[in-house]
């Protein structure tokens, strides 16, 4: 991460409104425990007020890690209940993740936040559905399967 990730222009922008804490396994185990890390590097998104609300392990190429940083955000502007914030931050996670493997989970998170920002179930739908048309195959659209699933009372019928 020191060699490529963090010296990228992009990503050195993303990390100026946070607040990155470098802790080292070898020189600070007694922290790196008490924060719950188990392996390098490890990022964790906190509120103001100290919850984790995002972690995740290992490492990231730049653009991905744009991602995630914008994932990060959103999380914490949804435990903030700042559901405009989280919206915007999803957005640029979309657009940075393209369709590489993180899209999937940045438009879960988009169609989310768009619920609720506005409280419209069907901003939902809408998102869950591209979800599941563009990647049908990922975790994440299994994830929102249920959404295209017939109802138990409409029958199934043996393939």
């Known amino acids: 991460m020191d060699a490529v990730t963090y010296p990228h222009p992009r990503v050195r922008e993303a990390l100026a409104g946070m607040v990155p804490v470098k802790v080292s396994f070898a020189q600070q185990s007694e922290v790196a425990g008490a924060l719950g890390a188990v392996w390098t590097p490890t990022f964790q998104f906190r509120t103001p007020d100290d919850r984790l609300v995002r972690a995740s ?29 989280a919206e915007a931050a999803c957005v640029r996670a979309v657009g940075e993740a393209g369709s590489s ?36 195959g990922t975790v994440w659209a299994s994830k929102v399967s249920f959404i295209r699933e017939p109802a138990p009372s409409e029958g199934r019928r043996a393939g």
């Open 101 to 136: 493997p993180y899209a999937p989970e940045a438009l879960y998170w988009l169609a989310v936040a768009r619920y609720r920002a506005t409280g419209r179930g069907e901003a939902l739908k809408e998102g869950w559905n591209e979800l599941l048309d563009r990647y049908p």
């Open 57 to 85: 392990t290992g490492y990231f190429a730049p653009e991905a890690f744009l991602v995630e940083l914008a994932l990060g955000e959103a999380m914490v502007a949804f435990a903030e209940r700042r559901y405009a914030d």
